[in-house]
C-alpha cells in the first residue's frame, strides 16, 4: 500500500482509506462483532486512515474507531471525524460553544484527548463566508483539542472557498467516474496550496462496484432507499446523485474497460487514484472481504491514457447532465 500527504497536516497516510459511515448506520444492519473484524482487516491489508463522524450511528461509527485505535495502537493508523450536522443546517448553530461540545462528544467516543482531524460536516454554504467560524477552529487547535481542520463539501464552489482560508489542511468531496467535476479548478487549486484531497463516495454508494441491477432493493433503514430523491440529506450523498436506472446502464458501458481479474469496484477506485491531487479515498466497506478488496485495488497498475479518455466519454455522454452543473 503507497501512501500519500494528507494535505496541511503532514501526515502520511495510505492512498486507500476508510470510510466508517457504513459500520455506523444507514446502510444496512452490520453486527459489532462484524464491524470489528472489517475495520481490522482493512489495517491488516495496510490501511493506515480512517474517516468517521459524529453522526453516523449517533456516535456508533466514532466508538468502533476508537476500540480500533485501542486495539492497533502500534499500527500509526490516522483518524478524522466530521461535526456540525447534530443541528439545523444554520450558520448561528457552527456556534463555539457547540463545537467544544460535539469535539468533546467526539473525543470521549474516540477515547482520545486530541483529535486527529476535525471537519466540518458539510455546512450550509453560507458558512464558508463566515471568517469567526474558521477563527474559531483555529482557536481549537491552540487549546489542544484537535491537531488540524478541514472541511466535507457537497460543491466544488465551497471546496474553492474553504481554501482561500489558509490553514484549512483538507478537503473531503465526493469524486469518481461519475462525479467528475473536481478534478478541474478545485484538484488544481488544492494542488497549489498543498491542501489534501479526501475522497469520499467512491464507488457511487456501490454502483459503481458492478453488482447491482434493475432488481435489486435495499432495506428501509438503507439510504439508498430512504433518500433516493434527497428525503433525509443532500441527494448526491446517495449513488453520487446519478438517477439509478440511468447509473446502471452507464456501469455497463464501463465495463468492458475493467481489466480481467479486477473487479468493477477496483477499477473504479484505481481511476480516482490516477489523480495526483487525491490523498486518500475512503470506500466504506460491511465484511472483511470487501475491506481487503478495496484496499487491493492499490496494488493495480495504472490506467493507460485511451482507458482513462474511454471513462471520461461514458461520463460526459451518459452522467454530465445529471451532476456536473449541479454539484
Known amino acids: 500500500m503507497d501512501s500519500r500527504t494528507l494535505g496541511l497536516t503532514g501526515r502520511n497516510v495510505s492512498e486507500i482509506g476508510f470510510g466508517a459511515w457504513q459500520v455506523g448506520a444507514d446502510w444496512g444492519e452490520v453486527s459489532e462483532d462484524t464491524a470489528i473484524e472489517t475495520l481490522h482487516a482493512a489495517v491488516d491489508a495496510g490501511v493506515t486512515f ?15 474507531v476508537g476500540r480500533l485505535l485501542r486495539e492497533r495502537a502500534d499500527a500509526g493508523l490516522t483518524y478524522a471525524t466530521k461535526m456540525g450536522r447534530r443541528l439545523e443546517q444554520t450558520v448561528a448553530n457552527y456556534s463555539p460553544e457547540h463545537f467544544r ?3 468533546d462528544r467526539s473525543r470521549s467516543n474516540l477515547g482520545v484527548d486530541t483529535l486527529d482531524l476535525v471537519q466540518l460536516h458539510c455546512p450550509p454554504t453560507d458558512l464558508y463566508y463566515h471568517p469567526e467560524v474558521f477563527e474559531d477552529l483555529e482557536a481549537m487547535v491552540a487549546e489542544g483539542r484537535m491537531t488540524a481542520y478541514g472541511v466535507s463539501v457537497e460543491r466544488v464552489e465551497e471546496a474553492l472557498k474553504a481554501i482561500e482560508y489558509p490553514n484549512v489542511a483538507t478537503v473531503q468531496i465526493i469524486f469518481n467516474a461519475f462525479r467528475q467535476r473536481p478534478a478541474g479548478l478545485f484538484f488544481e487549486a ?11 463516495v467512491p464507488l457511487a454508494s456501490g454502483l459503481l462496484s458492478g453488482k447491482y441491477t434493475a432488481e435489486t432493493t435495499f432495506g428501509a433503514d438503507d439510504h439508498r432507499q430512504y433518500n433516493r430523491q434527497g428525503e433525509a440529506f443532500d441527494v448526491g450523498e446517495t449513488f453520487a446523485g446519478v438517477p439509478f436506472e440511468v447509473g446502471l446502464e452507464a456501469v455497463e458501458a464501463l465495463r468492458p474497460l475493467v481489466p480481467e481479474g479486477v473487479t468493477m469496484a477496483q477499477f473504479a477506485l484505481r481511476w480516482i487514484l490516477m489523480h495526483d491531487a487525491v490523498s486518500t479515498v475512503i470506500p466504506g466497506a460491511r465484511s472483511p472481504e470487501q475491506a481487503r478488496g478495496n484496499a487491493a485495488a492499490a496494488a493495480l497498475p495504472a490506467l493507460d491514457a485511451e482507458t482513462m479518455e474511454a471513462v471520461r466519454s461514458v461520463y460526459d455522454e451518459r452522467i454530465a447532465p445529471y451532476v456536473h452543473q449541479r454539484w
Open 50 to 64: 480512517f474517516d468517521t463522524a459524529d453522526v453516523y450511528g449517533d456516535g456508533r461509527s466514532e466508538r468502533l
Open 101 to 103: 461540545a460535539w469535539n
Open 190 to 200: 488544492a494542488a497549489a496550496r498543498g491542501v489534501g484531497v479526501i475522497v469520499r
